[in-house]
Nanobody
Framework: QVQLVESGGGLVQAGGSLRLSCAASESILSISRMGWYRQAPGNPREVVAFISTRGITFHAESVKGRFTISRDIAKNTVYLAMNSLRPDDTAVYYC?????????WGQGTQVIVSS
């Protein structure tokens, strides 16, 4: 199994920045895909960004140009730098990993963007 530990959520004003971290218990080079989803109240969970083993990244259109996913291989950690935050970015953000054909999820971290 892969354990995912998230940190970095919180309350921020619109236009501000936050950085989320997700530390994995396995080498992230063994994880096929790792990234972030989010879920706002009353909405389905949606993909935000992910990074593959090869370092190829994907960002959802809604966050492109504002959020950036990156990784530190030595620390087995993936980051999500979130800039120019908007109130509609408010959600619980979940770290996600696809490892050996199985999905793993973190416990979620709350991000609240006030207007």
């Amino acid at each position: 199994q892969v354990q995912l530990v998230e940190s970095g959520g919180g309350l921020v004003q619109a236009g501000g920045s936050l950085r989320l971290s997700c530390a994995a218990s396995e080498s992230i080079l063994s994880i096929s895909r790792m990234g972030w989803y989010r879920q706002a109240p009353g909405n389905p969970r949606e993909v935000v960004a992910f990074i593959s083993t090869r370092g190829i990244t994907f960002h959802a259109e809604s966050v492109k140009g504002r959020f950036t996913i990156s990784r530190d291989i030595a620390k087995n950690t993936v980051y999500l730098a979130m800039n120019s935050l908007r109130p509609d970015d408010t959600a619980v953000y979940y770290c996600y990993a696809l490892w050996q054909l199985t999905d793993y999820w973190g416990q979620g971290t709350q991000v609240i963007v006030s207007s």
